[in-house]
């Protein structure tokens, strides 16, 4: 009964090969998140949608985009990774934009890049 | 801007401790306060939540009350176990973060049999 799923859980792409990872959830929640967690940090917001709005965070770099085609999915494109974008990349949702419900996380893809 | 502090690590117990770790945040609304926990390898999981001062959140023998006189949100469990080594997380989300966690730094745990 996976609620938010990533795949894969392990990538591995070469310097400047644009890669995807993508988010399904089944809670039917409207927001869905990306976070980059780098060793022994906090995860880092990238940007959320609520239902299609899309927000991007100010100091996360044009390298990242997103697309969420529908509620269940979302994907995080990597156009030309280097090899600082190496990090464990969570997907999360939360039921609505109240600040007051907690959010559910996925399992994380962790990207290494060569 | 909103703010969470937590107690540096690593913290290293042995099994049947009694564990503390400590949390302090800053925010201009009524925020709800979150403990999030990250075994090896995954994602985080909620550990526990209050949403009001003096709520008491619990779970798996993990307690923290929400203390608005002191800005704290302490994090404790009367008897750790092997299976409680992870990294936690304090978090605050409130409306005017517009449901955007803010994390602290993380504490990492290491249970001693």
């Known amino acids: 009964d996976a609620m938010v799923i990533q795949n894969p859980r392990y990538q591995v792409t070469q310097f400047g090969k644009p890669v995807t990872l993508s988010c399904s959830q089944t809670?039917?929640?409207?927001?869905m998140y990306w976070y980059q967690q780098k060793s022994s940090q906090a995860p880092k917001l990238l940007f959320h949608?609520?239902?299609?709005?899309?927000?991007n965070e100010a100091d996360t770099p044009d390298n990242f985009q997103s697309r969420r085609p529908n509620t269940s999915f979302c994907f995080l494109d990597i156009r030309s990774p280097g090899l600082g974008d190496a990090a464990m990349y969570l997907c999360a949702t939360s039921r609505d934009w109240d600040g007051l419900g907690e959010q559910y996380f996925g399992p994380g893809t962790r990207l290494t890049v060569t | 801007g909103d703010s969470v502090t937590q107690m540096e690590g690593p913290v290293t117990l042995s099994e049947e401790a009694f564990l503390t770790i400590n949390c302090t945040y800053t925010a201009t609304g009524y925020p709800s306060l979150f403990w999030y926990v990250q075994y090896p390898g995954e994602g985080l999981q909620l550990l526990l939540k209050?949403?009001?001062?003096?709520d008491k959140g619990s779970n798996k023998g993990f307690e923290a009350t929400y203390r608005k006189e002191t800005t704290s949100f302490h994090l404790e469990k009367g008897s750790v176990q092997v299976s409680d080594s992870a990294v936690y997380f304090c978090a605050l989300s409130d409306r005017s973060s517009a449901s955007k966690i803010i994390f602290g730094s993380g504490t990492r745990l290491s249970i001693r049999p």
């Open positions: 209050a949403t009001k001062a003096d």
């Open positions: 949608y609520y239902d299609k709005d899309f927000n």
């Open positions: 809670l039917n929640h409207n927001v």
